[in-house]
């Protein structure tokens, strides 16, 4: 992570565009649903997108004005416009008050009906910021405070079009995201070692050993919540909605093969953030590409 050299670029680093990949999870309830073709819901999913963006990049600079000391500690973070003094305390302020206001304001007036969206994002937002605040320092519950801003997302995406999405797909949504996340810390502290707890406070209450435990029993129902939704005969279930059943249910397949991948590589130490694995693994690209390929044709062909 380069330091950036002026104020312009101080800002735009500090709002962490590599990040926005994460507010694409938008778009999986209404492809699920088959939806996603609709003029209307289009409208409504990019709606949505730039709300969560506008909400995650306000509470990005919030975080990085509280951890702007821990993060002169990192290693990479240290690089970071806030922590580096680039761009200064009252704009980052600002800016950040400006962002989640933008966020608040679209999501109040998007959507197929009501305010869905702007509660789903005003929850993203409190439960952020009490992150950020206090929460951050609970052992385990920082895991599911931190995976609830990729599920809300998730949620996001099918209350701004109104969508009627499987409880398997809420499940699946959820721990997917837990996974993620403690997959994060793992590489967090294998990559810190014994200054792991100067960096982040809560990394001291790890061991190496409970979040292998953790990553293995997480993975475990994040396969099992998957196939339960793929092979599911209910109403909102993918086999039932869909005629192409067959390439629906092999969707698992890539799905297992990227998380033994993940697992892989976070046991030899070198894994690390969502969007790090997303733009830098060639094989979870692969992985990726493959499970969209028979996503979409399930659903379309």
């Known amino acids: 992570m380069p330091q950036p050299r002026n104020l312009l670029t101080g800002v735009v680093s500090a709002l962490r565009p590599r990040q926005w990949v994460k507010n694409g999870l938008v778009i999986i309830a209404p492809a699920a649903a088959g939806q996603i073709t609709s003029g209307a819901t289009l409208r409504h999913t990019a709606e949505a997108f730039v709300a969560f963006t506008l909400a995650a990049s306000g509470l990005y600079l919030i975080n990085d004005l509280r951890d702007r000391a821990a993060?002169?500690?990192?290693?990479?973070?240290?690089?970071?416009?806030?922590?580096?003094?680039?761009?200064?305390?009252?704009?980052?302020?600002?800016?950040?008050?400006?962002?989640?206001?933008?966020?608040?304001?679209?999501?109040?007036?998007?959507?197929?009906?009501?305010?869905?969206?702007?509660?789903?994002?005003?929850?993203?937002?409190?439960?952020?910021?009490?992150?950020?605040?206090?929460l951050k320092r609970q052992p385990v519950i920082e895991f599911a405070i931190v995976a609830s801003g990729f599920f809300l997302r998730a949620l996001g995406g099918a209350v701004v079009s109104d969508l009627y999405v499987s409880s398997w797909f809420l499940a699946v949504t959820a721990f997917a995201a837990l996974f993620l996340v403690i997959g994060k810390r793992t590489a967090e502290l294998k990559e810190l070692g014994n200054n792991a707890g100067a960096h982040r406070a809560v990394l001291a209450e790890y061991s190496p050993e409970f979040l292998r435990s953790a990553l293995t029993l997480v993975a475990s129902v994040v396969v099992t919540t998957y196939c339960l939704w793929a092979f599911d005969v209910s109403p909102t279930g993918l086999s039932n909605v869909h005629h192409r059943v067959v390439l629906i249910r092999l969707t698992a397949v890539p799905v297992v093969v990227a998380i033994l991948h993940i697992l892989r590589r976070l046991e030899r130490g070198d894994g690390g953030a969502p969007?790090?694995?997303?733009?830098?693994?060639?094989?979870?690209?692969?992985l990726g590409l493959s499970w969209a390929v028979l996503f979409v044709l399930g659903i379309h062909a």
């Open 275 to 286: 969007e790090d694995l997303v733009f830098s693994d060639h094989t979870l690209l692969v």
């Open 71 to 134: 993060d002169r500690l990192h290693p990479t973070k240290k690089f970071r416009a806030i922590a580096a003094g680039v761009v200064p305390l009252p704009l980052a302020l600002v800016l950040a008050a400006t962002l989640l206001l933008g966020a608040l304001a679209i999501s109040w007036y998007a959507g197929a009906s009501g305010h869905d969206l702007f509660y789903v994002v005003a929850t993203y937002i409190t439960l952020t910021m009490a992150y950020s605040m206090a």
